[in-house]
């Protein structure tokens, strides 16, 4: 989605380096999050964040950070980069529906690899 | 959350209706059952989105039973740009708004 973007999208690092992915969005969303896929698999929650004061681990927190600076950036953090983190990492956005769960609008993704 | 089951992989011809079964035996009152669509190498995209019974979109059906143990999701005279993968989650209402994604259904459309 043209409205959820992502950068880098392609990033090779070395083992040690701290990167940081970005999400920008221009839905005016509250609701962020952060996902990694690894090949073959489906998509596993990094972090999710409800507004801008708000942070939460989701099933694979340990080894990344996430920061919300503002309603509309969402940035996660690999600290120090080891090549199991190599992935696809999809970051999306949602609107609160009530008690429906939200539609969830996902980015291009980011393909980072660490050598 | 409840997990779920579903064909690791599904062939289908152009303008064939495709119907993906997923099964979420353990499903919980304020769990709701939704879809969503993969092509290669983009972030998955919402189809469809029910609690009960029958709910119909431009895109797709999906199919409830009253026991809400299983759904299908049928869509209707596929063609080769429906080839992707399709996810089938268990999404509970209310706050939480996790999605836990298994590893979908590849759907190879043929000519």
Same mark, same amino acid.
């Given at each position: 989605?043209?409205?959820?973007?992502?950068?880098?999208?392609?990033?090779?690092?070395?083992?040690?380096?701290?990167?940081?992915?970005?999400?920008?969005?221009?839905?005016?969303?509250?609701?962020?999050?952060?996902?990694?896929?690894?090949?073959?698999?489906?998509?596993?929650?990094?972090?999710?964040?409800?507004?801008?004061?708000?942070?939460?681990?989701?099933?694979?927190?340990?080894?990344?950070?996430?920061?919300?600076?503002?309603?509309?950036?969402?940035?996660?953090?690999?600290?120090?980069?080891?090549?199991?983190?190599?992935?696809?990492?999809?970051?999306?956005?949602?609107?609160?529906?009530?008690?429906?769960?939200?539609?969830?609008?996902?980015?291009?993704?980011?393909?980072?690899?660490?050598? | 959350?409840?997990?779920?089951?579903?064909?690791?992989?599904?062939?289908?011809?152009?303008?064939?209706? +495709?119907?993906?079964?997923?099964?979420?035996?353990?499903?919980?009152?304020?769990?709701?059952?939704?879809? /969503?669509? !993969?092509?290669?190498? !983009?972030?998955?995209?919402?189809?469809?989105?029910?609690?009960?019974?029958? +709910?119909?979109?431009?895109?797709?059906?999906?199919?409830?039973?009253?026991?809400?143990?299983?759904?299908?999701?049928?869509?209707?005279?596929?063609?080769?740009?429906?080839?992707?993968?399709? /996810?089938? @989650? +268990?999404?509970?209402? *209310?706050?939480?708004?996790?999605?836990?994604? *298994?590893?979908?259904? @590849?759907?190879? +459309? !043929?000519?």
């Amino acid at each position: 989605d043209a409205d959820v973007t992502q950068t880098p999208r392609n990033r090779i690092t070395k083992t040690g380096k701290r990167i940081m992915l970005e999400c920008s969005q221009t839905k005016g969303h509250d609701r962020m999050y952060w996902y990694r896929q690894d090949p073959g698999l489906g998509l596993r929650l990094i972090y999710y964040s409800f507004d801008v004061k708000d942070i939460n681990k989701g099933e694979i927190s340990d080894g990344y950070s996430v920061s919300r600076q503002a309603q509309a950036k969402f940035s996660l953090s690999l600290e120090s980069a080891i090549p199991n983190q190599t992935a696809l990492y999809f970051c999306a956005t949602s609107d609160a529906q009530g008690l429906a769960p939200d539609e969830q609008f996902f980015g291009p993704g980011t393909r980072l690899t660490v050598l | 959350l409840a997990k779920t089951t579903q064909p690791i992989s599904m062939d289908s011809y152009e303008g064939q209706e +495709v119907n993906i079964t997923c099964s979420h035996n353990n499903i919980a009152t304020n769990d709701y059952i939704t879809w /969503y669509q !993969q092509f290669p190498s !983009q972030g998955p995209r919402f189809i469809i989105q029910g609690y009960k019974t029958k +709910v119909t979109n431009e895109v797709a059906s999906l199919f409830i039973p009253a026991d809400r143990k299983s759904s299908t999701l049928s869509l209707p005279r596929v063609s080769l740009s429906d080839t992707a993968v399709y /996810y089938c @989650l +268990v999404v509970r209402g *209310g706050a939480t708004n996790k999605l836990i994604f *298994g590893t979908g259904t @590849l759907l190879a +459309v !043929q000519p």
